[in-house]
């Protein structure tokens, strides 16, 4: 069993940043796409950027300037470096292995204006 475990969220204030990670047990990392995903309270789930095996990069419009997704093949590791944190970015965070479609638990990330 794959297990995708986050990390990093936490409160800040509006303009902000926070780094989130995403460490996984998975052996076939480094070929597979990997996502972060978000889910504010009474809204659905959305994709907020996502990286290929290669390295190509694609984010929502919502975050885009603003999010930087990347990945480490060697730790098994996808982060999401987030700047300019708004109130309308607080959320829950998952990570998410698009080949398998597993999940992590997600992570709380809360911008308070």
């Given at each position: 069993q794959v297990q995708l475990v986050?990390?990093?969220g936490g409160l800040v204030q509006a303009?902000?940043?926070?780094?989130?990670?995403?460490?996984?047990?998975?052996s076939i990392f480094s070929i597979t796409t990997m996502a972060w995903y978000r889910q504010a309270p009474g809204k659905q789930r959305e994709l907020v950027a996502h990286i290929t095996s290669g390295g190509s990069t694609n984010y929502a419009d919502s975050v885009k300037g603003r999010f930087t997704i990347s990945r480490d093949n060697a730790k098994n590791t996808v982060?999401?470096?987030?700047?300019?944190?708004k109130p309308e970015d607080t959320a829950v965070y998952y990570c998410h292995e698009v080949l398998r479609g597993y999940w992590g638990q997600g992570t709380q990330v809360t911008v308070s204006s």
């Open positions: 986050e990390s990093g303009g902000g940043s926070l780094r989130l990670s995403c460490a996984t047990s998975g982060y999401l470096q987030m700047n300019s944190l």
